[in-house]
C-alpha cells in the first residue's frame, strides 16, 4: 500500500505589515510589563532583530518600525536605534522616528529625524504622549511631516483595552480634535492606526476631505475580540450595510454586523487601507488578522491591503514592488 504524499501547507500571502513596534529591549520589556499589568499578555517577547525573523515565518517580507518617545529627552535615543535598524535591514524595515511634541529640543528632533536621519516618517502616541491631535504643540509635527513629503502615523482613536484607561484619553482623543489638526495642514499624508477605533465611521467619513489620508487595519478586524477574550467566528455570508456620509452610526458591538459595515466601505476604497499588526503588543500570533481578511476580502482586494499599498506608499531602492 501506497502512503500518501504529505499535503503541502498553503505559502502565507506576501505581507507589508505597516504596524511594528520596535523598542531598545529595556523599554520593550518595560511596555510588555505595563500590557501584562493593565491589559493582556504578551504572546511574543523578541529582541528588535528578532523580530525579522520571526515575522518573516508569517509572510512579513517588509514593516514599518515603530517607536514612540514617552518622557523627555529620549526622542534622539529612539530615532538613532530606528535609523541603525534600518541600516541593518534596508530592504526589510521602514523606519519611523518619533518626538515629544512641546519638548525643548523639538523642532530640532523633527529635522534631524525626517532629513539628517532620512526616517520615513513620525509616530505620534496620543494615549502614551497626553497630547491632543489639534494641540498646538502637535502643529510643528504635522508641518515638518508635510514639508518633507514624509508620513505622519498618529494613534488618535480613543479605543482602549485597558484597565488603566484614563477620562483624559476620551478628551485626547476626541473625533473633532483630529478633524481640526487635519484641516490645518490638509495636504499631509497621514496613517491612523486601527481604522479610529472606536470612532470607526466617521474616521472613514473622512476619505473624501482628506485624500492623502489612510487606515491600518490593527486589532480592527478580530483582534479586539480576542484580546477580551471572545471566541472568533465566521461571520460569513456577510450582508453588506452601507450608508449616506454622515448617518452611519459607530460600529456597533455585535461582531458580524460590525464586518457588514466596514468590508463593503473597503471593498469601496481599497487604495486606503493598509495592513498592520501591532506587533509584538498582541496576546496572539501576528498572522490571526491576516487570516481574518482573507475570509472577507477578495483576492484582489486582499493583495492591495496586504501588500499593494504599502509598497506603493514606502518603496525600497533595489526591492522587488
Known sequence: MTTAPAAIPPKPPRVFDVHVHLFPPMLARFIWKWFEDNAWSIRHKPA??????????YGVERMVGLCYAHAPDISGMLNDFMAQLVARYPERLVGFGTVLPGEHDAKAELRRALVDLDLAGIKIHCHVQKIAPDDDRMRPVFDAVAETGKILQIH?????????HPHEID????????VRAMQRVPEVRVIVPHIGYDEVQPYLDLLDEFPNLYFDTAMAF???????GEALYDARPLEPVTYSKGQAPPLPEAWKPALEQLVPQILARPERFLFGSDFPNLPYDPDLEVRELQRYL????????LWDNAARLFPVRGASP
Do not use: H, I, N, T
Open 298 to 305: 477578495p483576492a484582489d482586494v486582499l493583495q492591495m491591503v
Open 222 to 228: 478580530g483582534g479586539y475580540r480576542v484580546a477580551r
Open 171 to 178: 478628551e485626547l482623543c476626541a473625533f473633532p480634535r483630529f
Open 48 to 57: 528588535p532583530d528578532e523580530s525579522f525573523a520571526l515575522l518573516e515565518r
Open 156 to 164: 488618535c482613536g480613543a479605543v482602549s483595552e485597558s484597565k488603566a
